[in-house]
């Protein structure tokens, strides 16, 4: 089994739906973790989040995620990130009504 | 029922114009997220995990049909088709847009409820016994105090800025079912000489500390209960910490400076205010007490018992024998519709659900429903007679679950399902828990037990006073589970002891039937509930029932 790093994606709330997003580069938010874009790079991150911080009227509560960067895309690596990932258990609701 | 007065209506309204307006600014850019986050909570409207989520008051846990019917429509057009009823006798919609949200509060408004003080460091939402108004064994409803300390507290001017949330609770029974010693204040109605007062509990509370309260004064008439309240919540004001959020409920102001000191305090205070009340609290009482007289009881002149109704399907009886409670007129009958059928997500309705609950209590109910900290919903005033139409109409609407204060009847947090704060997830753990019960059918024999779930610390699944408690929490990466036992939400409240280590995701179900096995075997017969087997056993022979390595290896 190969090493998988530890990477980052950017994820923020829609100011409007309240949707989980990420930040997809160059300047768009999508509601798929797996077309993320995954930074490796601290400068980069920082970068990224700053731009994600200066769009208060597009999302809410910018932060960087840890990801698996897998080759079918990034996944989750805490299981909070995961469940923001893929909606709630209890119903198909969220992402899981896509 | 309480009916809005002029007052009322023009405060609703001020209050959504302005929450219209504000969104506005929000979603143009003249306000930043920062200057609209404590705007939106002092509306009740939170960002969750995947959206936002707006938290209606319930006050006192007190609905009419017409209301349930806006609740259900509220669900339909702006949510997902449903609602989740909570501990704190509140709805909570999980998906709302923010740009509807002003409209649904408008809707709100047309039926005279509203999500004002459902957050931020105020008196939250007045909570009442589920059953007030009809059980039978109440002194009087206590839902007139309640609705005068609604007013009271409603944009009470020096009470926006608490140094914490304030939450009060009432109850006209001395079985306590409003878990009155869990809450910042608990009220009991209790009689002296003849003369209706309170007993006034405080410093209760769940949450990372959680703490029994403790009597402040034994009696306060009714005629100066106001007064004593603000003297209370006043002292409160000066006293409680403001530098550290978890030091700043009244439960720790309490046992910081002990209980003496703060009654000194508050009376010092009361001496000085009460004057100030002169009795315009009293007037204002009578005249809502008239709106909560009781509603006009068909007198049944034959004592027709249920028992002898034609449907007597076993189903039925199952029914009868855990949904139905006491009620003070003779004929009468109070019933809790459980929102717990063994697989449902405790606590949600559908719209459907809502609409017919709706219908029935308009029919059977005298158009009054209430929902219980506990998450299910009451039909209060019910005609013994007209059970078995009852029945069947829940049955149609999947809400005739035979289940009340048995295992699958369980007190369950949204949890990570849906909750930011959660450290686990709760829902999933009741679900597993209900239907595992459900297929070994072991749900009557192991009767009457309390199961409560909380997400994360702050215990809003109330997993402390639980007979049988499960904390949701993080460890090593992966979600864990912490069993408490012993605790007890009734008139002796008592917190639960932890058990030991926590139990994984696919550890905790087992964990529970070991436990819950068990203890069949322990009791002494079928009338001693697990409450009781524990208090006579202690903890020991549970834990090892629990963590049966543990004794292998010992
Ligand atoms: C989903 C969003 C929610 C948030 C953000 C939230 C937040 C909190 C927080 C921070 C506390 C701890 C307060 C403290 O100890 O000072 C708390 C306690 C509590 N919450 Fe919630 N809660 C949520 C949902 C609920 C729900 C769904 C219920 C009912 C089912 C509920 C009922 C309670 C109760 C009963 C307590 C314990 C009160 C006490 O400490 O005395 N909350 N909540
Ligand atoms: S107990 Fe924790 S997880 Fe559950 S609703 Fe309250 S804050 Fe959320």
Redesign the pocket.
């Known amino acids: 089994m190969s090493v998988t790093a530890i990477s980052k994606v950017v994820t923020a709330n829609d100011l409007r739906s309240g949707e989980v997003l990420y930040l997809r580069f160059p300047h768009s938010w999508t509601p798929e973790l797996a077309r993320a874009s995954v930074i490796k790079d601290n400068d980069l991150a920082k970068a990224s989040l700053a731009f994600a911080q200066g769009q208060p009227n597009a999302v809410v509560g910018a932060y960087l995620s840890d990801v698996i960067d897998k080759s079918d895309g990034p996944k989750a690596s805490h299981f909070r990130e995961r469940f923001r990932s893929t909606g709630p258990s209890n119903y198909r609701h969220g992402k899981q009504e896509l | 029922m309480y009916q809005y007065s002029r007052f009322d209506h023009e405060f609703i309204a001020e209050r959504v114009a302005q929450f219209r307006a504000q969104v506005a600014r929000r979603l143009d850019g003249s306000l930043t997220e920062d200057e609209f986050k404590p705007l939106r909570l002092m509306n009740g409207l939170?960002l969750?995990l995947h959206a936002y989520?707006l938290r209606v008051a319930i006050p006192y846990g007190t609905l009419n049909s017409r209301q349930m019917r806006q609740l259900a429509m509220i669900a339909e057009r702006w949510d997902k088709g449903y609602g989740?009823f909570?501990?704190?006798q509140?709805i909570?919609f999980n998906w709302p847009k923010l740009e509807d949200v002003p409209v649904i509060l408008q809707a709100l408004a047309d039926v005279e409820m509203h999500a004002i003080q459902t957050s931020g460091n105020t008196v939250r939402n007045v909570t009442a016994d589920h059953f007030a108004g009809a059980a039978a064994d109440e002194l009087a409803d206590p839902r007139p105090i309640a609705e005068l300390i609604r007013q009271w507290s409603t944009d009470h001017p020096e009470f926006q800025f608490l140094p914490?949330?304030f939450?009060i609770a009432v109850t006209g029974s001395p079985n306590d079912r409003a878990v009155t010693r869990?809450?910042?204040i608990g009220l009991r109605m209790t009689k002296q000489d003849g003369l209706r007062g309170f007993e006034v509990i405080v410093g209760?509370?769940?949450?990372?500390t959680p703490m029994i309260g403790k009597t402040l004064s034994p009696f306060v008439p009714l005629d100066d209960l106001l007064p004593y309240l603000e003297a209370v919540v006043s002292t409160y004001n000066l006293l409680g910490r403001r530098d550290n959020?978890y030091k700043?409920?009244i439960k720790i102001t309490t046992h910081e400076n002990g209980i003496e000191e703060i009654k000194q305090r508050v009376e010092a205070q009361f001496a000085k205010i009460k004057l100030r009340f002169a009795g315009a609290d009293l007037q204002l009482l009578k005249d809502i007490e008239q709106q909560f007289a009781p509603p006009k009881f068909r007198a049944s002149s034959e004592p027709v018992e249920a028992d002898s109704a034609p449907a007597q399907s076993p189903a039925f009886r199952a029914w009868l024998d855990t949904n139905i409670s006491a009620h003070k007129t003779p004929g009468y009958a109070i019933v809790s519709v459980s929102l717990k059928k063994p697989g449902a997500t405790p606590?949600d309705a559908s719209a459907d659900q809502m609409r017919a609950l709706a219908e029935i209590a308009r029919n059977f109910g005298h158009d009054e429903l209430r929902i219980s900290h506990e998450?299910n919903v009451i039909l209060p005033h019910v005609l013994r007679t007209d059970l078995p139409q009852v029945f069947q109409a829940l049955r149609q609407a999947d809400l005739a679950a035979a289940n009340i204060g048995l295992i699958s009847d369980i007190?369950a947090?949204?949890g990570m399902d849906?909750?930011?704060?959660a450290t686990a997830r709760s829902i999933p753990v009741a679900q597993q828990i209900a239907t595992r019960f459900q297929a070994l059918k072991l749900e009557h024999d192991v009767g009457p037990l309390k199961l409560k779930i909380s997400g994360c610390i702050?215990?809003?699944?109330?997993h402390h006073v639980g007979h049988i408690g499960i904390l949701g929490l993080e460890k090593a990466g992966v979600e864990s589970y912490q069993i408490t036992l012993g605790g007890d939400a009734g008139a002796e409240a008592e917190i639960g002891t932890r058990a030991g280590p926590g139990f994984g995701a696919d550890e905790i179900v087992p964990a529970i039937e070991r436990l819950l096995l068990g203890y069949l075997q322990l009791r002494l017969d079928r009338n001693e509930s697990f409450l009781e087997a524990y208090r006579r056993l202690g903890l020991a022979p549970f834990k090892a029932l629990l963590y049966p390595q543990a004794r292998k290896a010992a």
């Open positions: 939170y969750q989520m989740h909570t501990t704190r509140n909570q914490r949330k939450k869990a809450h910042d209760g509370g769940l949450g990372r959020k700043a409920r606590g998450q007190i947090c949204p849906y909750c930011a704060l702050n215990a809003c699944g109330h």
